[in-house]
Nanobody, 116 residues
Framework: VQLQASGGGLVQAGGSLRLSCAAS????????MGWYRQAPGKQRDLVAR???????NYADSVKGRFTISRDNAKNTLYLQMNSLKSDDTAVYYC???????????WGQGTLVTVSS
């Protein structure tokens, strides 16, 4: 499985961006897909995750501002980011798992920079 993330860029605080992650195979059977982010000098942390049944969970820091979704017909994962803050500046990676005990698949990352 190959994952191609896009949509990052420079935005002012309070603005919005939508990230996309296109998969090279069907995603409707993936048990989970998600977005992680890694700021300079920090570890990679979960931002949001969505399961095959549509269940979602979010990091506390993004609840109410970010929305994760998946379009199985387009084999694409999205992250709508609103009310962006400077603390959201990071490289964002998409992630997927076909099965709970299977391999982890990662996209190449897309940089989001929020200017204050």
């Amino acid at each position: 499985v190959q994952l191609q993330a896009s949509g990052g860029g420079l935005v002012q605080a309070g603005g919005s961006l939508r990230l996309s992650c296109a998969a090279s195979s069907r995603i409707d059977s993936f048990v989970a897909m998600g977005w992680y982010r890694q700021a300079p000098g920090k570890q990679r942390d979960l931002v949001a995750r969505i399961t095959s049944s549509g269940g979602t969970n979010y990091a506390d820091s993004v609840k109410g501002r970010f929305t994760i979704s998946r379009d199985n017909a387009k084999n694409t994962l999205y992250l709508q980011m609103n009310s962006l803050k400077s603390d959201d500046t990071a490289v964002y990676y998409c992630h997927a798992k076909k099965t709970f005990i299977g391999a982890d698949y990662w996209g190449q990352g897309t940089l989001v920079t929020v200017s204050s």
